[in-house]
């Protein structure tokens, strides 16, 4: 038998945390800034998606977009 159970623990504190966070959803956010300014963590950008759907030429159609090379290789 098991003394210990882990994954029962993380669903038990996963549980109490989301009915906090329920109840008061700024509780998260500024717990989440004190921990960053804490441990001096910079918030992650989001990563902007270009919209190519809005480019269009002068006739109205859509601009092709021309990749250079591979990702990785640069090829």
């Given at each position: 038998?098991?003394?210990?159970d882990?994954?029962?623990?993380?669903?038990?504190?996963?549980?109490?945390?989301?009915?906090r966070?329920?109840?008061?959803?700024?509780?998260?956010l500024k717990?989440?800034?004190?921990?960053?300014?804490?441990?001096?963590?910079?918030e992650?950008?989001?990563?902007i998606?270009?919209?190519?759907?809005?480019?269009k030429?002068?006739?109205?159609q859509?601009?092709?977009?021309?990749?250079?090379g591979?990702?990785?290789?640069?090829?």
């Amino acid at each position: 038998m098991k003394k210990f159970d882990c994954v029962k623990m993380m669903r038990d504190i996963r549980d109490k945390m989301a009915e906090r966070y329920l109840k008061n959803p700024e509780l998260e956010l500024k717990e989440l800034t004190e921990i960053r300014k804490k441990y001096g963590v910079i918030e992650a950008k989001k990563k902007i998606q270009p919209n190519f759907r809005r480019k269009k030429n002068e006739e109205g159609q859509p601009l092709k977009v021309h990749l250079k090379g591979h990702a990785r290789t640069g090829r």
